[in-house]
Antibody, heavy 117, light 112 residues
Framework: QVQLQESGPGLVKPSQTLSLTCTVS??????????WSWIRQHPGKGLEWIGY???????YYNPSLKSRVTISVDTSKNQFSLKLSSVTAADTAVYYC?????????WGQGTLVTVSS | QSVLTQPPSASGTPGQRVTISCSGS????????VYWYQQLPGTAPKLLIY???QRPSGVPDRFSGSKSGTSASLAISGLRSEDEADYYC?????????????FGGGTKLTVL
């Protein structure tokens, strides 16, 4: 059973870059088939897809965030990462990593990132 | 404003059958599969239905999905107290820039 775990700072200052890592266990990120994804949920709100990456490095981002988002993969560590630049209070949210095959079938527990000075 | 439209709330009594609707357009629901997620309070979402009407292993057959045209529905029969959760629909969207993933705004299900 694939398991995912997010890690990274819970507090980021405005205008800085939010950086999170998702560690995958119970399966290889390089095994193919899956797209490795980031999704966020603003407090008390719905889900927002951020983007995904294939193990080969191919990426696809939400057009509304594309200018600020970078998703990368480190197959040697079985991890993938999210960077969101120039953050504002509007980026305060719970960030989830998830595997995408037939839907987002495995999810991390989520990590709250607060943007505040 | 979510791309897919869901009612913000729904309710039912134990044992009842409830349905949650999800409305989209030709670029998403109309031409792609629909997925449903259940989010229990304080937890990550869980895949409930994939490819319109398929249940992952472990999901009770009380949950069923359907799609017609640019709309989809999630039905829950034999409602139980543990079904009280937020439910989200999702679909791929064939936008000008490629294939986005779009979600509905979510429906909060209350078991009375």
């Amino acid at each position: 059973q694939v398991q995912l775990q997010e890690s990274g700072p819970g507090l980021v200052k405005p205008s800085q870059t939010l950086s999170l890592t998702c560690t995958v266990s119970g399966g290889s990120i390089s095994s193919g088939g899956y797209y490795w994804s980031w999704i966020r949920q603003h407090p008390g709100k719905g889900l927002e897809w951020i983007g995904y990456i294939y193990y080969s490095g191919s990426t696809y981002y939400n057009p509304s965030l594309k200018s600020r988002v970078t998703i990368s993969v480190d197959t040697s560590k079985n991890q993938f990462s999210l960077k969101l630049s120039s953050v504002t209070a509007a980026d305060t949210a719970v960030y989830y990593c998830a595997s995408l095959l037939w839907g987002f079938d495995y999810w991390g527990q989520g990590t709250l990132v607060t943007v505040s000075s | 404003q979510s791309v897919l439209t869901q009612p913000p709330s729904a309710s039912g009594t134990p044992g009842q059958r409830v349905t949650i609707s999800c409305s989209g357009s030709s670029s998403n629901i109309g031409s792609n599969y629909v997925y449903w997620y259940q989010q229990l309070p304080g937890t990550a979402p869980k895949l409930l239905i994939y490819r319109n009407n398929q249940r992952p292993s472990g999901v009770p057959d009380r949950f069923s999905g359907s799609k017609s045209g640019t709309s989809a529905s999630l039905a829950i029969s034999g409602l139980r107290s543990e079904d009280e959760a937020d439910y989200y629909c999702a679909a791929w969207d064939d936008s000008l820039s490629g294939r986005d993933v779009v979600f509905g705004g979510g429906t909060k299900l209350t078991v009375l």
